[in-house]
């Protein structure tokens, strides 16, 4: 699409809009949001940009295939669920790390792992789909 406004607007939206998404990311972890949520807002933000640059600008600005990012995604998904099953657990169950670095305490877990998972394949399906239907050719009847 051709619009001066569109493409000005999208170039100083889209750093935005993905700090957003990971802001919900990382805001949801322990609250309302998550992988899912931040995973649809960093998909609307290439979203954004294809319909304003185009496929080939935002798979250059993407860096990376959207089934790639599938393809981790559901290897995160897997990693997290296998992790509880080390210490005999059943498989999807919260495992919690608190680790003290300096006088910060960090909490990594296996759910953290999981909506990493979530957040990498919404993000690659949504942007997926959104490439397939602009590099579809239209057919006339």
Do not use: Q
């Not at 322990?30 to 290439?46: C, K, N, R, W």
């Not at 210490?87 to 680790?99: D, H, Q």
């Not at 979530?118 to 993000?123: D, G, T």
Request: charged share 15%.
């Amino acid at each position: 699409m051709k619009s001066l406004i569109l493409n000005t607007a999208t170039r100083l939206m889209i750093g935005v809009l993905v700090l957003f998404s990971l802001f919900l990311f990382f805001r949801g972890h322990d609250e309302p949001g998550g992988g899912f949520i931040g995973g649809l807002v960093g998909a609307g933000a290439f979203t954004l940009y294809a319909i304003a640059f185009g496929t080939e600008a935002t798979r250059k600005v993407l860096k990376i295939h959207p089934i790639t990012l599938i393809a981790y995604g559901l290897v995160a998904l897997v990693i997290s669920g296998l992790i509880p099953m080390f210490v005999g657990e059943p498989f999807l169950t919260g495992k919690w790390l608190f680790l003290e670095i300096g006088n910060t305490e960090w909490k990594l877990s296996s759910p953290l792992i999981f909506d990493i998972g979530v957040y990498l394949c919404v993000v690659g399906f949504i942007v997926a789909v959104i490439f397939a239907l602009e590099e579809e050719p239209l057919i006339n009847t």
